[in-house]
DNA sequence: CGGGCCGGTCTCGTTTTGGAACCGCGCGGG
DNA sequence: CCCGCGCGGTTCCAAAACGAGACCGGCCCG
């Protein structure tokens, strides 16, 4: 099995990491968020070779995560986010929390602040219906729809798998 | 910059991705909460390379993330999640939500029950203040402590950075 | 015309990875 | 006792990914 096909698999974790799984993607992307959206601004930034950097944005442009257009007032280009793209955030916010709570023994390096209140914003796993703060131990996980679309393709008979 | 040398940069994203940014360390963890725990299980339902298996285990226990330990029952090795690890699980609801948000074409693949009222859990951003849900627009990031003892490193005189 | 900045490409040496053979151990059966 | 097997783990080599830096054409400005 080759790295790439495990994006076929029927799992909402194995396939984004497929895309944002590798050492540059998330990092890149966090620097969108911050403002970065020049080409030598990335490099700079994240110290990345520019073959790979050009490599990462063109995935992450076909991906739709990011566009590329020329900038409004001047001739250089911009790399922006997308809706999509916009959506990664919580992804960035769940991992800084894990890296405030494990990796930061000084304290947190930056608060993210709600702009309009000055509390702090982090991520909770909670359940839709009774609102209650959940763990892994509370999850169940089940079959849904894409499940069952992949155990039985239309037209075909291919064999399918688990929910992971 | 040695891509490792990040580790040193003060930004609770970038930490934990040196860790856990590449192809295989968030799917093994993904494994380990769906109750995988040997050597050759997390291989076969992975289809990583026995040595790139070893090599991350091997991280992940010098991280505390797992720990490596004889099964009580019998004579194999088991590797299971510590604490630390357990904590991880929100960053991996995160990833599920956006996969089945834009990857996810027939409908989740999975769905993530409450076990105790079979609601779908899901992660969101909130204000810790406010309580309302936030988004990467509502946030500022200003410097915290972690990033004032790295401006100034206690008897030293090194330079800083802003927060990310 | 000359220099600088821009995004982008090319080359080359190094590092990381995948695949598969190999190893030692403990166990269980013949 | 010996043989085979499954286990976690290691070693080796070829292939892929990567980093550093030179290089390129386009554009603007002086």
Redesign the pocket.
């Known amino acids: 099995?080759?790295?790439?096909d495990l994006a076929d698999l029927p799992c909402s974790i194995t396939r984004p990491l497929v895309i944002l799984g590798?050492?540059?993607t998330l990092l890149i992307l966090k620097a969108s968020f911050t403002g970065v959206?020049?080409?030598?601004?990335f490099?700079s930034t994240l110290?990345?070779?520019?073959?790979?950097?050009?490599?990462?944005?063109?995935r992450l442009v076909e991906h739709g995560i990011l566009t590329?257009r020329q900038a409004d007032d001047?001739?250089?280009?911009?790399?922006r986010l997308t809706r999509k793209g916009h959506d990664i955030y919580p992804i960035l916010m769940a991992i800084r929390d894990w890296g405030d709570a494990y990796m930061a023994p000084d304290g947190p390096p930056a608060h993210y602040r709600h702009r309009d209140c000055a509390g702090e914003a982090h991520v909770q796993l909670a359940c839709d219906a009774c609102g209650t703060g959940v763990t892994a131990r509370d999850i169940t996980p089940e079959p849904g729809p894409g499940m069952l679309t992949h155990l039985r393709p239309p037209g075909s008979g291919r064999s399918g798998r688990q929910p992971d």
């Open positions: 099995m080759r790295y790439e590798d050492r540059w959206r020049r080409f030598n601004a490099q110290g990345i070779s520019r073959s790979r950097l050009q490599d990462r944005l063109g590329r001047g001739d250089h280009v911009e790399y």
